[in-house]
């Protein structure tokens, strides 16, 4: 089976309990974390990111083996995962620039457009486009993200796809977001009561 995760919603065909990406409640759990506690989490879920986005890219743009695109995707993800630990602001742009090319990938497959360097133009800008309002907006934006990027890991984990996929997706990240921007309030009303008193 082919991860598919650009052109057919977020159906990842090799989730199972023998799939090469391991136990789907696995990626169950690590949604949940990134859904939920996403904005903590944020080395974690930019390796991730840069995964799912090489490891999605469609077969016909990059012809590899599967072995070798999944040591390219891991390589990939650990690669921007130090990143995120060593070098934050880098680390911030090279997510940004991950999920920009990443929907350009998933919106060119998902409405059926044939490749030509015209995409790849239009790919290149949604990077430089996502680089630039992710260091804007880091904050609400991680938590954007990272809920995102945890609901995909879950709604591919139960095995949805079409339209039901995208519905749940939705729903889990109005949740993620809820959930994580009040946490964040109630952070920063406790940090205002903590340096007046």
Excluded: C
């Amino acid at each position: 089976m082919n991860i598919s995760l650009w052109s057919e919603g977020v159906s990842l065909g090799r989730f199972g309990s023998e799939g090469a990406l391991g136990p789907p409640w696995l990626w169950v759990v690590a949604g949940l974390l990134l859904l939920l506690l996403g904005r903590q989490l944020y080395t974690a879920l930019i390796g991730l990111v840069g995964f799912f986005v090489v490891y999605g890219v469609p077969q016909d743009l990059l012809p590899l083996a599967s072995e070798m695109r999944l040591a390219i995707a891991v390589g990939v993800g650990v690669l921007a995962a130090l990143l995120a630990f060593i070098v934050r602001k880098v680390a911030v742009a090279l997510a940004g620039a991950l999920l920009g090319a990443g929907a350009a990938l998933w919106a060119i497959s998902f409405y059926g457009a044939r490749w030509d360097i015209l995409w790849w133009i239009v790919i290149a800008a949604a990077a430089v486009l996502g680089a630039w309002v992710l260091r804007v907006v880091f904050e609400t934006a991680l938590i954007v993200v990272s809920s995102f990027v945890g609901a995909l890991l879950i709604v591919a984990a139960v095995g949805l796809e079409g339209l039901p996929a995208h519905a749940g997706v939705a729903l889990l990240i109005v949740i993620g977001v809820a959930f994580q921007m009040r946490r964040r309030r109630a952070a920063d009303r406790d940090a205002k009561k903590a340096s007046a008193s």
